[in-house]
């Protein structure tokens, strides 16, 4: 049974950092690909980043890139996001999710198992 638990989210105040992790169990998880995505309250959910099976490629939003890392660390079954000059738009409830059968995309239709996600606020 795969589970994901994220953690690591919190109150930060504008141009802050944050570290979010995802700890995988349940999978062969250096098999896997791995993305983040975040909903924010009366918005739809929306990919942040994903990263391939090896660490080698990664994907970004946009509106986070040069700003959010994703890394993973197969020792540990466990994938980053690292935050930095973090925005009161970055305000969400952050998850992880992945699945078997991908590689990298930004489609959160690809993906069929998801943690509970962690919130993340950011003040002005």
């Known amino acids: 049974q795969v589970q994901l638990v994220e953690s690591g989210g919190g109150l930060v105040q504008a141009g802050g950092s944050l570290r979010l992790s995802c700890a995988a169990s349940g999978l062969t998880f250096s098999r896997y690909s791995m993305g983040w995505f975040r909903q924010a309250p009366g918005k739809e959910r929306e990919f942040v980043a994903t990263i391939n099976w090896s660490g080698s490629f990664t994907i970004y939003a946009d509106s986070v890139k040069g700003r959010f890392t994703i890394s993973r660390d197969s020792a540990k079954n466990t994938v980053y996001l690292q935050m930095n000059n973090l925005r009161p738009d970055d305000t969400a409830v952050y998850s992880c999710?992945?699945?078997?059968?991908?590689?990298?995309?930004?489609?959160?239709?690809?993906?069929?198992?998801w943690g509970q996600g962690t919130q993340v606020t950011v003040s002005p």
């Open positions: 999710a992945t699945d078997p059968g991908i590689s990298t995309t930004r489609d959160q239709r690809d993906y069929n198992y």
